[in-house]
């Protein structure tokens, strides 16, 4: 009996491997103790034994598009503090996560003052869609405008906008702290037009619309950029506290109570 079921977890190590499962390779015989012994069903235990797998293929992904993506940062929802910023409506956040605007093509604009977490949600949802599988991308506006500039001057423009329309994410962060050109403008809207109904943007702003006309240089082209943007669109306006000031008071609260405990240890 207990040849056979060593001949048995020889064999299913071998078809793990054959089929590149790493993941679950690595964690087979922990879990397969784990259903001897009675602490797992057998569901529990295949179910384990792919979300091993799962979560490393998931984590190359990640990995992956670390690289390619430009993301500057890992941010998940996970590590979001929703009671930190009751102004977000967390279902709408969750749902959003759950990536069926990316497969229908829709819009997210993050509307909000500094530090309320506009940039850590729209790399979450990047974040998430890498892992699901697709292709993402990150820019600031400044950026995404200064590459298409760097490309029209090397008679490169269709091309790179073909680029940019690729990704079935696009995150276009910090509009409205860089003033824009008219030329900017311009480029903004070629490239929401490109991509508009073929793949999901995520912006953020902390501008309201009203203000999108002098923040971009020009009135006529935000208005028909507006108009494509909102056409199909998810907007979370989040008002609220700063995120950085609070990380600013606790690092000064704890600085002040080691002062404090310094001076009664003198004392
Ligand atoms: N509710 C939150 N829970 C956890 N971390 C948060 C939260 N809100 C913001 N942060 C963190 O605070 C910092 C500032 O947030 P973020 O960069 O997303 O702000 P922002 O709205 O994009 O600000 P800005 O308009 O200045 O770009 C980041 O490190 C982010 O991860
Ligand atoms: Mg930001």
């Known amino acids: ?33 784990q259903a001897d012994s009675g602490a797992a069903t057998a569901a529990e235990a295949i179910e384990q034994l792919l979300d091993a797998q799962i979560g490393l293929r998931n984590n190359r992904r990640l990995q992956a598009a670390m690289r ?4 500057p940062a890992v941010k998940t929802l996970a590590q979001f503090d929703f009671a930190f910023q009751p102004s977000i ?5 969750e749902s959003l996560h759950e990536l069926g605007f990316v497969d229908r093509r829709e819009n997210v604009i993050l509307l909000g003052p500094p530090g309320v977490g506009k940039t850590h949600l729209a790399i979450s949802l990047a974040i998430t869609a890498a892992q699901a599988g697709r292709r993402v991308y990150y820019g600031t506006l400044a950026g995404l405008i200064g590459s298409l500039m760097e490309a029209k001057a090397a008679g490169e423009l269709s091309r790179r906008l ?13 509009i409205g702290y860089l003033p824009g050109t008219q030329d900017g403008a311009v480029f903004f809207f070629q490239l929401i037009n490109a991509r508009h109904e073929r793949a999901s943007t995520v912006l953020t702003s902390n501008k309201g619309f009203e203000e999108w006309g002098s923040v971009l240089g020009d009135e006529v ?17 989040i008002r609220g506290n700063s995120y950085r000031m609070r990380e600013h008071r606790d690092l000064m609260r704890s600085a002040s109570d080691q002062r404090r405990q310094g001076e009664s240890h003198d004392w």
């Open 1 to 33: 009996m207990r040849a056979e079921a060593g001949n048995r977890r020889d064999r299913l190590r071998e078809m793990l491997a054959d089929l590149k499962m790493p993941g679950a390779l690595e964690a087979v015989d922990g879990i397969l103790a």
């Open 221 to 237: 082209m935000a208005a028909a950029l507006i108009d494509r943007l909102l056409h199909h669109c998810h907007i979370v306006n």
């Open 89 to 93: 409506k967390r279902e709408q956040i």
């Open 162 to 174: 073909r680029v940019l329309t690729h990704p079935a994410l696009l995150v276009v962060d910090e």
């Open 68 to 71: 390619s993506s430009r993301l």
